[in-house]
T-cell receptor
Framework: NAGVTQTPKFQVLKTGQSMTLQCAQD?????MYWYRQDPGMGLRLIYY???????DKGEVPNGYNVSRLNKREFSLRLESAAPSQTSVYFC?????????????FGNGTRLTVT | AQSVTQPDIHITVSEGASLELRCNYS??????LFWYVQSPGQGLQLLLK??????LVQGIKGFEAEFKRSQSSFNLRKPSVHWSDAAEYFC????????????FGAGTILRVKS
């Protein structure tokens, strides 16, 4: 079972470059999420999509954009990368709402911005 | 301030010893409670959850957790730790105060010594 698949696994960008992180889930989940993980700070929600066609800002949305392409896919775009965006990014999905449904996570994308 | 606290950044236990990881939250209503585990280079995996009912819940890999309303705590326990339990553990709290959200603690890194 694939679950949640993220690409790429690693990426190095120079300041100002752009990139898109891809995420796909095969569990027919309604909700999808993008988190970033930084040491000592747990996971912080960047954006989420409660259903196909909707997206909402999370705790740390600045510098990011998202697209819910269809029910399976949810991409995260950095238009002009900054060193502060160096982090590990996780995509997740859930059947129900964010506060009462278990999340299923991908294996992450480690991004370094120099 | 509303928060989820995992007081221990690192814990080291001997293989075969018992384990307790602490989690406290500061939300008014009884929240939805989760524990996740993250192995190196992997995404988070759900260990167990508590929504209502019996305050002692069983999870995967021999873990259990107890919800104590009076202490606003949801501590994770395991009677006998195995070397493969070495990982980072995250408590997460789902709340509906001030909007629906899931808040993660900063995590506890478990080291197992043989």
């Amino acid at each position: 079972n694939a679950g949640v698949t993220q690409t790429p696994k690693f990426q190095v960008l120079k300041t100002g470059q752009s990139m898109t992180l891809q995420c796909a889930q095969d569990m027919n989940h309604n909700s999808m999420y993008w988190y970033r993980q930084d040491p000592g700070m747990g996971l912080r929600l960047i954006y989420y999509s409660a259903s196909e066609g909707t997206t909402d800002k999370g705790e740390v949305p600045n510098g990011y954009n998202v697209s819910r392409l269809n029910k399976r896919e949810f991409s995260l775009r950095l238009e002009s990368a900054a060193p502060s965006q160096t982090s590990v990014y996780f995509c997740a999905s859930s059947e129900g709402q964010i506060y009462n449904s278990p999340l299923h996570f991908g294996n992450g994308t480690r991004l370094t911005v120099t | 301030a509303q928060s989820v606290t995992q007081p221990d950044i690192h814990i080291t236990v001997s293989e075969g010893a018992s384990l307790e990881l602490r989690c406290n939250y500061s939300y008014g209503a009884t929240p939805y409670l989760f524990w996740y585990v993250q192995s190196p280079g992997q995404g988070l995996q759900l260990l167990l959850k508590y929504f209502s009912g019996d305050t002692l819940v069983q999870g995967i890999k021999g873990f259990e957790a107890e919800f104590k309303r009076s202490q606003s705590s949801f501590n994770l326990r395991k009677p006998s730790v195995h070397w493969s339990d070495a990982a980072e553990y995250f408590c997460a709290v789902g709340v509906t105060e001030y909007g629906n959200k899931l808040v993660f603690g900063a995590g506890t890194i478990l080291r197992v010594k043989s």
